[in-house]
């Protein structure tokens, strides 16, 4: 039985399920055990964590006046939440005027997802290349060059203009040796996405795209024994991982005036948290600008979807959960709903159950947040796949639905990327 407690109450004797977080928040890399050793408690109290999912069928419980949440609560009160998403008016942040838009930009027509997707993998593999070099110069001591690296924000924005999910989808497949190089590209296209879904000018979405394109260029300076460790790291490497945000900032200084001040602070500011408990300065919410607060949801929700190599990345949609478990102290309330409405509650590559009992995977967002298209190929009736089928949900007397997440780990289909994404061989 699960229960999900502060925790100021977790205690020695207590089986940890599971961390309200991002492992980018603590330095265990897994959970589900029982808290035996007084310095791992320790070292979760002194974490930014707080709350945990805790079994009490396999470890002690808390006390009975102890406030609880049980998992069907928190999944009433998030479907609750995501339902009335839709009717919410859209979060838009007042910007200056955006000047005429040139003929290149009014040639960037609309695509469908199957056509954005050639464009996106060739992006891709440019920007891998791109930014490899780019960490790779600023591992030998030498200034960032930020025209390079606003050439290929363009290309990301072009992107995203074209067809707001498929870069943004694609981005997200990454090999665990690739990710801290198309970690960088997949949050300069989340940028980008949640920056034109609040209405910024752009100006400002490019700046947006810019500060996820730089904000962990620091990692450059971490050992990569450390930043690519398989294992628990210690606290003087977790010290050590940290300190890349400050690291970056000054790296980005030394480009002598070619950044603009918003992306220093979002390289800086990044994992600050509304609640006052984030790094490296703790600030309190007001003095968290918006490009930060936006770089830190999009940051950790690329960080949570990708492999590692001490974890496989979570579901899409079942990362979008957990994360709304943590937005009342960790994100800007307003601005991850708004960044759910850039991607979608159940985002392209999400694996979700139909009312019929067939299993599909979504493969394109619709103007109903609820309703996708979705690429369905397993009955959970028969216990067999079946003959792909595209159902559109948003379709007028659809008879189908979406019930419920699936998690990829559980059913283990080996072939779910490349059935929403349409390719044989993925860009890797």
Same mark, same amino acid.
């Given at each position: ?6 925790? #100021? ?8 399920? !599971?961390?309200?977080? /991002?492992? +980018? ?23 930014? $964590? ?11 419980? *808390? ?9 069907? =609560? ?11 998403? #839709? ?41 891998? !290349? ?9 591992? +030998? ?43 960088? *590209? ?10 034109? !879904? ?27 024994? *450390? ?59 007001? #003095? ?11 940051? *950790? ?13 979570? @579901? ?14 960790? &994100?800007?309330?307003?601005? &991850?709903?708004? &960044?759910?409405? /850039?991607?979608? $509650? ?18 394109? !967002?619709?103007? /109903?947040?609820? /309703? ?5 190929? &397993? ?26 997440? =699936? @998690? ?6 080996? @072939?779910?990327? =490349? ?10």
């Amino acid at each position: 039985m699960l229960k999900r407690i502060s925790v #100021q109450h977790l205690a020695l004797g207590m089986y940890l399920h !599971q961390f309200c977080g /991002s492992w +980018m928040d603590h330095p265990f890399w897994r959970t589900g055990f029982v808290l035996q050793d007084p310095a791992d408690l320790a070292r979760i109290h002194s974490t930014t $964590i707080a709350e945990v999912w805790i079994d009490v069928s396999k470890g002690l419980d *808390v006390a009975s006046d102890v406030a609880t949440t049980s998992p069907e =609560e928190a999944q009433a009160r998030l479907d609750t939440d995501f339902s009335e998403l #839709q009717e919410m008016p859209d979060l838009k942040i007042p910007s200056a005027p955006s000047p005429a838009p040139s003929p290149r930009i009014r040639s960037l027509a609309p695509a469908t997802m199957a056509e954005e997707l050639g464009h996106a993998a060739s992006i891709c593999d440019h920007a891998r !290349q791109a930014v490899s070099s780019m960490f790779h110069e600023a591992r +030998m001591g030498r200034a960032v060059d930020s025209s390079d690296a606003r050439s290929l924000v363009q290309e990301i924005s072009d992107s995203i203009t074209r067809h707001p999910s498929a870069l943004i989808s694609l981005a997200r497949l990454k090999t665990a040796d690739d990710y801290t190089y198309m970690h960088s *590209v997949a949050v300069c296209a989340l940028m980008v996405a949640l920056a034109r !879904q609040i209405g910024l000018d752009s100006a400002r979405i490019r700046t947006s795209g810019m500060a996820g394109l730089m904000h962990d260029i620091g990692k450059a300076a971490i050992p990569l024994a *450390v930043l690519n460790k398989p294992g628990k790291l210690t606290d003087e490497e977790f010290d050590i991982v940290r300190g890349h945000s400050e690291h970056g900032y000054r790296m980005l200084l030394e480009c002598g005036g070619g950044v603009e001040d918003e992306v220093l602070d979002a390289c800086l500011h990044h994992h600050e948290k509304m609640d006052g408990s984030g790094y490296p300065h703790r600030l309190p919410a007001e #003095q968290i600008s918006l490009t930060a607060r936006m770089t830190s949801i999009c940051d *950790v929700y690329d960080a949570v979807t990708s492999d590692r190599p001490y974890k496989r990345g979570w @579901d899409p949609a079942e990362s979008l959960r957990r994360m709304a478990e943590w937005t009342n102290g960790h &994100f800007d309330p307003r601005l &991850f709903q708004a &960044f759910v409405k /850039s991607i979608g $509650i159940y985002p392209v590559g999400s694996l979700v159950r139909l009312t019929s009992g067939r299993i599909g995977v979504v493969m394109e !967002q619709a103007a /109903s947040l609820v /309703s996708p298209r979705v690429k369905v190929f &397993f009955s959970t009736k028969s216990d067999l796949r079946i003959p792909p089928e595209i159902v559109d949900l948003a379709q007028p007397g659809c008879p189908e639905k979406i019930v419920g997440r =699936e @998690d990829p780990d559980k059913w283990r289909f080996p @072939d779910l990327n =490349e059935l929403w994404t349409g390719m044989a061989s993925l860009p890797r």
